[in-house]
Every structure is written in C-alpha cells, then in structure tokens.
C-alpha cells in the first residue's frame, strides 16, 4: 500500500502560483510513477501531469502546459506541482496518483490515490 497525502491546496487570485505538494509513505517512493488530476464540481477527473520514477521524464496536459512544472524529490518521498499564472478554469480538487514505475495520463491506471486539495482562482 502507498499511502499519498497532498497539501498546499488554497484561494488565489488569477494570475497568481501555487505549488501542492504529495508525500507518499508506506512503499519505496521512488518505484512510483506519479501523478497530478484534477476534478472540477460536475467535471470529470482530468489528467494535469504525470512525472516517471527518475524524475527525467514529465507529462503535461495541453491547457496547463506553459504554466505548470511537476517534479519531484526521492529523498523526501515527495512530489510536486508548481503552479503559475493560475486560471478561473484552474479551480478544482486536485489529487496525486501513484503508478508503479511507468507514468500515465489515464486515471483508471493509477493505483493509489490522495485525498485532494481544493485549489480556487478567482477572477
């Protein structure tokens, strides 16, 4: 079991940054490729970004592309998601994934979830 806990979730104005963060416990974090979604009320869950077990390999969604930097740190057994220039359509829970070693952009590939941060924009 791989037990992911995000922070860093919070209100913002547009145009202003963020950066959640996702400690993993429980199994060798660095086994683990690792990922951003987000889901807004109504929505479904969307892919943000993904980062592979070595960190030298990233993913990004089209509309976050530019904007958003996932990386992570194997020693702290964490992961994260800077989050620049933030936008209304930026507002949504926000949930880390773990995948052993090969990142996905599918969410029904991810084996382990987090609880979610709720990230707000306002215009």
């Known amino acids: 079991q791989v037990q992911l806990v995000e922070s860093g979730g919070g209100l913002v104005q547009a145009g202003g940054s963020l950066r959640l963060s996702c400690t993993a416990s429980?199994?060798?974090?660095?086994?683990?490729?690792m990922g951003w979604f987000r889901q807004a009320p109504g929505k479904e869950r969307e892919f943000v970004s993904a980062?592979?077990?070595?960190?030298?390999?990233?993913y990004y969604a089209d509309s976050v592309k530019g904007r958003f930097t996932i990386s992570r740190d194997n020693a702290k057994n964490t992961v994260y998601l800077q989050m620049n220039s933030l936008k209304p359509e930026d507002t949504a829970a926000y949930y880390c994934?773990?995948?052993?070693?090969?990142?996905?952009?599918?969410?029904?590939?991810?084996?382990?979830w987090g609880q979610g941060t709720q990230v707000t924009v306002s215009s």
């Open positions: 994934a773990a995948r052993w070693r090969i990142a996905s952009m599918a969410h029904n590939e991810y084996d382990y």
């Open positions: 429980g199994r060798t974090f660095s086994d683990y490729a």
């Open positions: 980062i592979s077990w070595s960190g030298r390999r990233t």
